[in-house]
């Protein structure tokens, strides 16, 4: 979330307003309206469409809401910022790879787990105290174990062991989780082509990579761009 909202930096502001207001109601919202409250001051709010639609889809006023401050406003009072052509938030997609890297932690987290406990022991009462106690002999790493005759190959059973064995993929899990990591970074315009790279990536492989990144960031930039001048002509400033 932070990353997302540090993307883009806005300058000029009116007193008051700050660049993160704007990216936060961008991020969780998906636009935000650039306007003049009838008291005077200029503000930045988080809206949604209301009263309805022109021909192309757009709508032909604002709802307005801030904390404790709600309005309706007309097009032509405010100028409609967007977070990308839809006006999509960007939080239910970081949303999605947060809850994929959560999975992939908690898988990590029982997979060590079950590499320190990999055996279960048949016993019984009479000699469970013993097992128990050749078991943390081998847990602290002894390197030889004394144990009766009777445990082992001279009892009428000895020593049973079923192993539950479990493949660590540790390993293999956080580079997976490496590149769920870049794929996002990817979608939010972030450069990511030298995070867990095995081998030295080609140069046209480095140019592909730049070009989807610079794709998914002008998506978002171009609309910031188009606000800016919208703002700057009607209110006449110059963020």
């Avoid at 406990?117 to 002894?142: A, M, Q, R, S």
């Avoid at 082992?152 to 390993?171: A, C, E, P, R």
């Avoid at 989780?177 to 972030?190: A, C, P, R, W």
Wanted: hydrophobic share 35%.
């Amino acid at each position: 979330m932070l990353l997302a909202l540090n993307r883009f930096k806005w300058t000029n502001l009116p007193d008051g307003m700050e660049s993160r207001h704007i990216e936060r109601a961008l991020f969780e919202h998906g636009q935000c309206a650039f306007f003049e409250r009838e008291e005077g001051g200029l503000l930045c709010l988080p809206c949604s469409p209301g009263n309805g639609y022109n021909v192309y889809g757009e709508p032909t006023g604002v709802n307005i809401t801030g904390v404790g401050y709600s309005t309706y406003k007309n097009n032509d009072e405010v100028v409609r910022i967007l977070n990308n052509d839809r006006g999509i938030p960007t939080t239910p997609m970081v949303y999605k790879y947060a809850n994929l890297l959560n999975e992939i932690e908690v898988t990590q987290s029982r997979n060590l787990k079950h590499q320190r406990v990999p055996y279960i022991i048949p016993t019984t009462k009479d000699n469970e105290l013993t097992v128990k106690n050749i078991y943390k002999k081998i847990d602290e790493g002894n390197e030889v174990i004394f144990v009766d005759s009777k445990l082992t190959n001279g009892g009428d059973t000895g020593i049973q062991v079923l192993k539950t064995d479990s493949k660590y993929i540790v390993n293999d899990l956080q580079e997976h989780k490496n590149n769920i990591i870049n794929e996002l970074l990817t979608k939010l315009g972030l450069n990511n082509s030298s995070i867990n790279k095995k081998e030295r990536l080609l140069v046209d492989e480095v140019n592909v990579n730049n070009g989807q990144i610079l794709m998914y960031l002008d998506i978002e930039y171009k609309n910031r761009v188009l606000a800016c001048e919208q703002i700057n002509k009607k209110f006449g400033l110059n963020i």
